[in-house]
């Protein structure tokens, strides 16, 4: 694929050793510029802020494994799945793959040495840092945190006692990290690709940020205007979404799914990208149809936006309108399906190693499939009515969120850990907590879908005795998950500490970044790479499962 000057196997200094400034210790990483050490920056702080909202999920789950009050009363019940949702959303699923992965692999799996605004990528990284503290301080604040859930809905959010002011700033702020981000994806792609490196040789990964990017850009604008808004109506109660004095509350939905349901496709576009880059991996096969599955990412990324308002069928729209948007759902499937069935087609007949990113990535096509189908239920106008605002949707909703984006979080970080660190985990534990942590999703999130099918609400505090068995099944199932999660990071914290030492492509990838030592060294490349060939040909390296057959 590519000609690289310097010997392969001469390891240099890497990035983890050598600074792109002249302060040593905790310093040289708070004021870096250099793309993998703001990587590994967001990396770090995500998986503390995922921490804590997994910690406040277990609550939750702990809450509802019996009717009545369990742990907690209805307010504190509230202010967590508010501060759960708000905390996965804007400060894990969100940012997770662009800013950790993206952010480190990006530049070398284009041949460049850097992001092209490397000082705003630092940046982006503070406003992150800032939007997130700002969410779990105001949970100390008096009066309590946001109870609004993570949606904000008018009336309530501006007519609330609570802390509402500073979860909307928070979101807010978040939304200027991710504008940026999205601002240096697009510039770089466009400018930073190495030479020989056109379109259709870069990686599906590139294509993922790439097309996510322009939903940043061009959709998270509108979140943060809209929040503005509602904080404007608190201040100087100004009547723009509370009825009361004259204001539209349906404006406000709107106004929020245009960002949102974009959104969605922001977190989930990247995770198919890992998909498509780990599947010829450990197929030892081509990707089957790369140009339809790099189309099919700016295919999502486009119709995606078009269809916010099959959040809407319930509050009032016109039938030519429930029409419309429930056609464009069904359309917004077909890039997705594509996707679906070339991966599958790469697979088949494909030499398949049963390494833990394959197999975190076969539990992301299972479980995004189901979150997918059950999407087009909830597209049907007559299967929507009775399932709207049951626990269905959030059934529906973490099937592709967590078992679609979250496993795909997980499969990067088994893909690339080796590349980032330069240390090998154990893979039996990897794959013991994989099937732990699957098996615990499942057990925890499928009761969801029945018990919203016979009419269970969603958030509620409360609920009728008969619901408890599918409660109590999907309670247990959240600590079979925590259990997964616990052996995975601990497997990977063990690894990075005292893991074996890395080769430069331990799973035999053909992409530009195996082509590097482990770690990189602190510009990724002694000179610019020439590209060859195309991103997925393996006709160049050995196999290593071959290797170590013979």
Do not use: C
């Amino acid at each position: 694929m590519v000609n690289v000057a310097g010997p392969a196997d001469k390891i240099e200094p890497s990035f983890l050793e050598v600074s792109t400034n002249k302060y040593k210790g905790i310093l040289s990483w708070l004021l870096t510029v250099d793309h993998k050490r703001i990587g590994i920056l967001y990396l770090f702080s995500m998986m503390t802020f995922f921490s804590v909202a997994v910690v406040f999920g277990f609550l939750i789950r702990l809450e509802l494994i019996a009717p009545g009050r369990t742990i907690m009363g209805p307010q504190m019940y509230n202010q967590l799945f508010t501060l759960h949702g708000i905390i996965m959303i804007f400060l894990f699923i969100i940012p997770g793959l662009p800013a950790v992965f993206g952010n480190f692999f990006l530049p070398i799996m284009i041949g460049a040495k850097d992001v092209i605004f490397p000082r705003i990528n630092l940046f982006s990284w503070y406003l992150f840092i800032t939007g997130g503290l700002i969410a779990v301080i105001s949970t100390m604040l008096p009066g309590g945190s946001a109870d609004t859930g993570w949606t904000f809905y008018v009336p309530y959010s501006v007519r609330t006692t609570t802390n509402v002011i500073p979860a909307l700033a928070a979101a807010f702020i978040l939304g200027f990290s991710s504008i940026l981000t999205g601002l240096n994806f697009v510039t770089t792609v466009h400018r930073m690709r190495a030479p020989g490196m056109t379109w259709f040789k870069m990686p599906l990964f590139v294509w993922g940020l790439y097309a996510t990017a322009w939903v940043q850009i061009l959709a998270t604008p509108i979140i943060g205007i809209t929040l503005a808004l509602v904080i404007v109506e608190r201040f100087l109660g100004v009547g723009i979404f509370d009825p009361a004095l004259g204001g539209d509350p349906v404006l406000y939905q709107h106004l929020f799914w245009i960002y949102s349901h974009p959104a969605v496709y922001i977190m989930i576009i990247p995770a198919m990208g890992i998909v498509s880059e780990i599947i010829p991996v450990f197929a030892r096969r081509t990707i089957f149809g790369y140009r339809f599955i790099a189309f099919s990412s700016l295919a999502i990324a486009l119709f995606g936006s078009l269809v916010w308002a099959h959040h809407m069928f319930t509050a009032g729209m016109s039938d030519t309108a429930q029409f419309v948007f429930s056609f464009l759902t069904y359309a917004v499937s077909i890039p997705s399906a594509i996707k679906i069935f070339n991966w599958v087609s790469t697979m088949y007949k494909g030499s398949i190693q049963l390494d833990p990113p394959f197999l975190y990535v076969l539990s992301f096509i299972f479980q995004f499939s189901i979150g997918g189908f059950t999407g087009l239920m909830l597209g049907a106008l007559s299967v929507n009515i009775h399932l709207q605002d049951t626990s269905f949707v959030v059934a529906h909703f973490h099937y592709v969120m967590f078992g679609g984006t979250g496993f795909g979080i997980f499969a990067a970080m088994h893909y690339w850990f080796p590349k980032m660190f330069g240390r090998m985990y154990n893979k039996k534990v990897a794959t013991w907590a994989w099937a732990i942590t699957t098996i615990g999703y499942n057990a925890l999130y499928f009761p969801m879908f029945i018990m919203g099918y016979l009419g269970m609400p969603r958030r509620y505090y409360d609920y009728l005795p008969e619901f408890q068995p599918y409660h109590v099944a999907s309670t247990i199932g959240s600590w079979i998950l925590i259990l997964g999660l616990i052996i995975m990071f601990t497997n990977l914290i063990v690894g990075m500490r005292r893991g074996k030492k890395a080769p430069a492509n331990p799973w035999g990838g053909a992409t530009l970044e195996w082509t590097t030592q482990s770690p990189p060294i602190l510009e990724n490349f002694h000179t610019i790479p020439t590209i060859e060939k195309g991103p997925y040909d393996y006709s160049q390296f050995e196999i290593p499962a071959a290797k170590e057959a013979q």
